[in-house]
């Protein structure tokens, strides 16, 4: 079917567009009044299981705040979630992984599954969604990057630094490297099924990423990156947001990905020259200038636009969407994105 | 009194020391046995304010793992303290201001204290401290970076992304500059009268500065940073360690600050080409990977000092030593520092 609104499609494809396409991470969640009614009446993998509420809940931003694609309402641990591990996620205090990977033994009860069995209610949810949708903005799927979810599988809830995970890395490496091929075998039959099922593009979140060192970065997440985008890219642009990892933008662009998340603490002329001249920039507004008065998030707004110029640019935060964010200043946030003219 | 020790002085003065001198940030803590056994004892403000637990803790890592400077036992939060609010400190679970500043009403409990009378158990520790040293090592003196400070003053506890501190920052900016100057006037006091009782350097410690997008860091941080060094550095060498500011490394040079530490996250090449040549870079090895086999831990010590190459560098890890570090693996990271051979 052919989209309405393609802007973020032609503008990852390297087209510059008539204005810069806008959508925000965690869109579809907690700010939104409308999302907390069905939080309250359901668990959070019955939202993420039942195609119809998935569908709901993916749809309401497109509808309340009027951004410019869809994201797939689900979770990024729903991938250890298929390979044996039993994950509960409690919104108020994050997820807890009760039996994580610490050692051989452990890593026995993982396997790389048949994604279609495990979790063939997302692709179940994608199809309904690109109904519902009905050609109104694109949809985007997406995945944990390994290491983000080698950092739950052997950490086993939230962490700042993850250094149990980092020290199953330095202390059995070989161990780590099996377990992140699994979940990059994982990732990749997962990616392409979403593909299959519908999603017109993916994005792969690094959150923990900007934890690791340069070489660590290369060595434990981007060269199983670098494998999920080889064969995604194939079929649809690749969006990577390894949170924090700046210093790596040369490396990621490197993969063939078409857009490359970044977070605020860069400045976006300082990420064009590290990231080179043809790849999309996505971001990077900080999520808690969502707080600040509409006006003062118009100015900066602007301010974001212009430091990025026209053309190769995604319009986002730098991170997912604060709960208490007011609705009208996440609609602000994208009004304002929407109606900004880029001197020629 | 002569320095027996004087690495750390010369290289922060900028000569080309005979070899990289090294320490570790929360050396006096929680992975040696000996600090355990005190912990038991006696509460954190208790050995805080004792001076001789204090010097008993400050001098432990110097005798136990052989570092070439001391640094006070204490902690940020004593500034907030002595500035009229109640902090409490439970190691477990982070420090809590159980009554944070959120508006204009909350301001008013809040005063620019007299160091002496509120703080003046810090200037009777470090006397104890220079006189129990007897020269054998520097003594590092040190406090919060106002904005940092900010931070738990408003958030009232411990956070990964201070978005309450934040949003204060951003809807009541006026108010939020009243209280960083308050931080700041009190922080200049306060390491004056610490120089004044004998430390030989002090670190500004700005742990949340990375949260900050490059211009608000300049705005909500680092132009307050820079009042504080204007005033120290007439006196001693002062370092800034920014967390996570590698942005804005340049911008710390110029504040006429003698070191900077640099976190694990930017190679060491990269962080002397936006620091410029002039400045001792401090740091950067990874805190996790402390727990990796002592093997590995030479060779990575190794391949950082390389990196720095010799002079204008201090090594240190990148944030703080974990508590679960065995004590060998923290005297194998010192002496891989002073046995490195620099080629010349």
């Known amino acids: ?138 949809l985007i799927g997406f995945a944990g990057a390994p290491w983000t979810i080698l950092c739950y599988m052997v950490q086993g809830k939230g962490s700042k630094t993850f250094d149990e995970a980092k020290a199953f890395c330095y202390t059995q490496p070989e161990l780590a490297h099996q377990l992140l091929q699994m979940i990059t075998d994982t990732t990749i039959a997962y990616l392409q099924q979403q593909v299959a099922a519908g999603a017109d593009t993916v994005q792969i979140f690094d959150s923990w990423g900007g934890l690791l060192s340069p070489a660590d970065f290369e060595e434990l997440s981007l060269q199983y990156i670098r494998q999920i985008v080889t064969v995604l890219k194939e079929k649809i642009p690749v969006i990577i947001f390894a949170k924090g990892a700046w210093h790596s933008l ?34 990077n507004f900080d999520p808690a200038k969502l707080l600040s008065p509409i006006p003062v998030i118009q100015k900066e707004v602007k301010q974001m636009l212009d430091a990025f110029g026209p053309g190769n640019h995604i319009a986002n935060l730098g991170h997912g969407i604060l709960p208490n964010v007011p609705v009208d200043h996440a609609r602000a946030f994208v009004d304002a994105v929407k109606n900004h003219k880029h001197h020629s």
Chains 1, 2 share one sequence.
């Open 1 to 138: 079917m052919q989209l309405k609104n393609d802007l973020l499609l032609r503008t990852l494809n390297g087209e510059t567009t008539e204005r810069t396409p806008v959508w925000m991470m965690r869109q579809a969640g907690r700010y939104l009044p409308e999302y907390r009614v069905l939080r309250e009446k359901y668990g959070f993998f019955e939202r993420c299981q039942t195609p119809e509420l998935a569908c709901e809940i993916t749809l309401q931003p497109v509808d309340i705040v009027g951004v410019d694609a869809a994201i797939l309402f689900s979770d990024i641990l729903v991938v250890p979630q298929a390979m044996g591990l039993e994950v509960q996620l409690i919104e108020s205090k994050g997820p807890v992984l009760p039996d994580p990977i610490k050692n051989n033994n452990d890593l026995q009860r993982v396997r790389v599954p048949d994604v279609n069995e495990t979790l063939g209610y997302v692709f179940d949810a994608i199809k309904l969604i690109k109904q519902e949708l009905n050609g109104r903005v694109p």
């Open 250 to 283: 040369e490396n990621m662009a490197a993969t063939g990905a078409k857009g490359l998340g970044i977070d605020w603490c860069i400045q976006p002329e300082r990420a064009r020259q590290f990231a080179g001249k043809d790849v999309v920039l996505q971001g």
